[in-house]
């Protein structure tokens, strides 16, 4: 879907999203883009800040408070860190400023589509000589009681479902996939296609407070999700620190 005011804009980037093979849908405002995304969500929204009736931090700020965790590809014409900062905070997944290269924005589209696709498994029951592939396939990352299946984009803590956006996502299974190694800044921007060429560390600052929110009990005082002060930070089992304690 594309939410945008401009025609000429909209028309154009309908034309080339349309010559890669994508179907596409065109909203004029941010209230039409809200109604239409709660009747068919798509697989991904190029969303204009600057919109009549809802803008689109608004469009953002409400996806996300109703748990949809579509990609959204923001579009605007500011482009100081605090405005890329405040998209990122309200849970968009990239940002590209005007003017920018209609090609740029298929790359991203395409490169934001690949990451956050779900694969869906084969059923053994519909193919036994497909189990083994199928259950190789649903590897499970787990640090303690942290659970983050790629296959299925979902994070559980003991159990509990937490709805992360695709960028914290991108960066909690990476580092899950690696518990206790310490990653710094830059390679946890490189998880997060696009924002690199326009911002520094900062968003990674942004995607961890929230991530802490989600997955600590105490976010200000954090037991998995750690701070390795001066390089980045680092998951960690808050469990295995307490038995290292206690021995």
């Given at each position: 879907?594309?939410?945008?005011?401009?025609?000429?804009?909209a028309e154009l980037v309908r034309r080339y999203l349309e010559h890669e093979g994508h179907a596409v849908t065109v909203v004029e405002d941010g209230r039409a883009a809200l109604e239409e995304l709660r009747h068919r969500e798509p697989d991904l929204l190029v969303l204009d800040v600057m919109m009549p009736r809802v803008d689109g931090l608004d469009v953002v700020r409400i996806l996300r408070a109703e748990d949809r965790g579509i990609p959204v590809l923001m579009l605007t014409a500011r482009s100081t860190e605090d405005d890329l900062l405040l998209g990122l905070d309200l849970g968009a997944d990239d940002y590209m400023t005007k003017p920018f290269s209609p090609r740029e924005l298929v790359a991203r589209v395409r490169t934001l589509l690949r990451r956050n696709r779900r694969p869906v498994a084969p059923s053994p029951a519909a193919d036994p000589a497909l189990a083994p592939a199928a259950a190789a396939a649903d590897d499970v990352l787990t640090v303690g009681t942290l659970r983050v299946d790629p296959v299925r984009h979902e994070?559980?803590?003991?159990?509990?479902?937490?709805?992360?956006?695709p960028g914290e996502f991108r960066i909690l299974a990476a580092m899950a996939a690696e518990p206790d190694r310490v990653f710094t800044r830059q390679r946890l921007l490189a998880e997060l296609h696009g924002f690199d060429k326009y911002i520094g560390g900062r968003t990674v600052d942004v995607h961890v407070m929230h991530?802490?929110?989600?997955?600590?009990?105490?976010?200000?005082?954090?037991?998995?999700l750690l701070t390795v002060f001066g390089v980045g930070y680092k998951l960690t089992d808050p469990a295995k620190g307490a038995r290292s304690a206690s021995s």
């Amino acid at each position: 879907m594309v939410a945008e005011d401009d025609a000429k804009q909209a028309e154009l980037v309908r034309r080339y999203l349309e010559h890669e093979g994508h179907a596409v849908t065109v909203v004029e405002d941010g209230r039409a883009a809200l109604e239409e995304l709660r009747h068919r969500e798509p697989d991904l929204l190029v969303l204009d800040v600057m919109m009549p009736r809802v803008d689109g931090l608004d469009v953002v700020r409400i996806l996300r408070a109703e748990d949809r965790g579509i990609p959204v590809l923001m579009l605007t014409a500011r482009s100081t860190e605090d405005d890329l900062l405040l998209g990122l905070d309200l849970g968009a997944d990239d940002y590209m400023t005007k003017p920018f290269s209609p090609r740029e924005l298929v790359a991203r589209v395409r490169t934001l589509l690949r990451r956050n696709r779900r694969p869906v498994a084969p059923s053994p029951a519909a193919d036994p000589a497909l189990a083994p592939a199928a259950a190789a396939a649903d590897d499970v990352l787990t640090v303690g009681t942290l659970r983050v299946d790629p296959v299925r984009h979902e994070v559980s803590v003991g159990g509990t479902p937490v709805v992360c956006t695709p960028g914290e996502f991108r960066i909690l299974a990476a580092m899950a996939a690696e518990p206790d190694r310490v990653f710094t800044r830059q390679r946890l921007l490189a998880e997060l296609h696009g924002f690199d060429k326009y911002i520094g560390g900062r968003t990674v600052d942004v995607h961890v407070m929230h991530l802490r929110k989600k997955i600590e009990r105490a976010p200000r005082r954090p037991v998995r999700l750690l701070t390795v002060f001066g390089v980045g930070y680092k998951l960690t089992d808050p469990a295995k620190g307490a038995r290292s304690a206690s021995s």
